[in-house]
């Protein structure tokens, strides 16, 4: 079966798991938003801008820490947390291994 990750756009609602469907068409199948992890997601600080390295560094410093998630937007919550990643690319990995097509039967 064909899966992937949806890329990340706009405000974030949750990691999303998409699959092909025998006609081309991809649809989402999965939303994981379960934040096992406060720490964002490289994919998310690339997204943002931000390389791990400077997030790291900014971590130390309370005043950093906390200039840096505001200028992110991250204080809301809506970002994607390393754990969610993580387990949407467990599930990701384990479709793609499954013998079945949507939509077909047989």
Same mark, same amino acid.
């Given at each position: 079966?064909?899966?992937?990750?949806?890329?990340?756009?706009?405000?974030?609602?949750?990691?999303?798991?998409?699959?092909?469907?025998?006609? @081309?068409?991809?649809?989402?199948?999965?939303?994981?938003?379960?934040?096992?992890?406060?720490?964002?997601?490289?994919?998310?600080?690339?997204?943002?801008?931000?390389?791990?390295?400077?997030?790291?560094?900014?971590? @130390?410093?309370?005043?950093?820490?906390?200039?840096?998630?505001?200028?992110?937007?991250? @204080?809301?919550?809506?970002?994607?947390?390393?754990?969610?990643?993580? +387990?949407?690319?467990?599930?990701?990995?384990?479709?793609?291994?499954?013998? +079945?097509?949507? @939509?077909?039967?047989?």
């Amino acid at each position: 079966m064909n899966a992937r990750l949806k890329p990340l756009e706009g405000k974030y609602y949750g990691t999303i798991v998409e699959v092909e469907l025998p006609y @081309g068409e991809w649809i989402d199948l999965a939303t994981i938003w379960v934040r096992p992890t406060f720490k964002p997601s490289d994919r998310q600080l690339e997204n943002d801008g931000v390389t791990r390295e400077q997030y790291d560094a900014a971590q @130390g410093d309370k005043d950093k820490r906390m200039d840096l998630w505001e200028r992110l937007g991250y @204080g809301d919550g809506h970002y994607e947390a390393e754990g969610d990643y993580l +387990i949407a690319q467990a599930i990701v990995a384990a479709l793609k291994d499954l013998d +079945i097509v949507f @939509g077909v039967e047989g």
